[in-house]
């Protein structure tokens, strides 16, 4: 009798530590939990990324672009840290972006573009409630893919309809990055506020900081039709060597059924954009850089403005791949 008591008591062993290890789990997961509801209800649920309309933000950003003599310098330390702001998000550290723009008066959030799955940075001034806008402008970088070409507007508002031209073209071409100047070119005292003719801009350190990456730029600008008759588009490397990008950037836009004027072998009207900083930085550093001067009628049209655009775009895919290359 006794050893089979003893032989029961010994199978029961295992049996009564169940009832332990299942409240040791239970009280695991309701800790979890616990912790889990506190989190949430410090910080909220992860919020989706808001969704923008391009264009329709750019029309809302330039009725508000400082007035004449209102557009401010910014000074060296201010540029230095949009440059390594925007360096960072190029470079796939969004997180690390937001301290040296925060220091310049800066803000960085992530948006989706309306009408695809696109997810964009987003840099802005962040300007309080009735705060005078400084003139520095935005930027937005392609956070799907790598980086490897950029749309440069440095005279909306003054060349009219270059800024939804620059829209339309980071829109259609994934890997970019959209400069966009804050204010017209003659809201400064003397030239202040004309950056591509200007190196103390956040403008021009920001393009900078993109050729350094040796990455090629589109910059688009707009003449009248009677500065250069007869032409839709004038196409340039600026100071820079016309090399075969230039050449076969031309012939896609012609192409497109655009008039052309290549300004290495043409008049093309006195546009050919070698006083451009930014060219001239490019050109310094070996990267692919296009003028692209746009007539008046071509930028006031929609579907001609939009069919320059696709146009540009293919021009971008091509940089971005290291295309024409062939002489």
Not at 65 to 85: M, N, T, W
Not at 289 to 295: G, K, M, V, Y
């Amino acid at each position: 009798m006794t050893l089979i008591t003893h032989a029961k008591r010994a199978v029961r062993k295992p049996g009564n530590r169940r009832p332990l290890a299942v409240a040791a789990l239970l009280a695991l997961c309701v800790t979890a939990t616990l912790i889990t509801l506190v989190f949430r209800a410090a910080h909220g649920p992860p919020a989706a990324a808001p969704t923008i309309d391009l264009e329709e933000h750019i029309r809302e950003y330039i009725r508000h672009f400082p007035s004449d003599h209102e557009y401010r310098i910014p000074d060296p330390a201010q540029r230095a840290q949009v440059s390594e702001g925007i360096a960072d998000i190029v470079d796939g550290r969004l997180d690390a972006a937001g301290r040296p723009l925060s220091e310049a008066g800066y803000t960085v959030r992530t948006v989706r573009l309306a009408g695809s799955h696109r997810m964009v940075a987003q840099v802005a001034e962040a300007t309080g409630r009735g705060a005078q806008p400084r003139g520095w402008g935005e930027v937005f970088v392609d956070l799907g893919r790598r980086v490897q070409w950029s749309a440069q507007v440095p005279h909306p508002v003054s060349d009219q309809h270059t800024e939804l031209l620059g829209a339309e073209l980071f829109s259609r071409a994934p890997g970019g990055v959209l400069v966009l100047a804050g204010a017209n070119r003659d809201a400064g005292r003397g030239n202040a506020a004309d950056v591509a003719h200007r190196r103390d801009s956040v403008f021009h350190a920001v393009c900078a900081a993109l050729a350094a990456r040796r990455i090629p730029g589109i910059q688009v600008h707009g003449f009248a039709d009677d500065s250069s008759p007869g032409n839709d588009v004038v196409v340039s490397a600026g100071p820079g060597e016309v090399g075969p990008r230039v050449r076969e950037a031309a012939r896609s836009l012609s192409s497109a059924g655009f008039t052309v004027c290549r300004a290495w072998d043409q008049d093309c009207g006195r546009l050919e954009g070698t006083t451009n900083v930014q060219a001239g930085t490019a050109a310094a550093d070996d990267v692919p850089f296009l003028h692209i001067e746009n007539s008046r009628s071509v930028r006031d049209s929609r579907s001609a403005r939009s069919r320059l655009a696709a146009a540009l775009a293919e021009v971008a895919r091509q940089l971005a791949k290291g295309g024409f290359t062939a002489a």
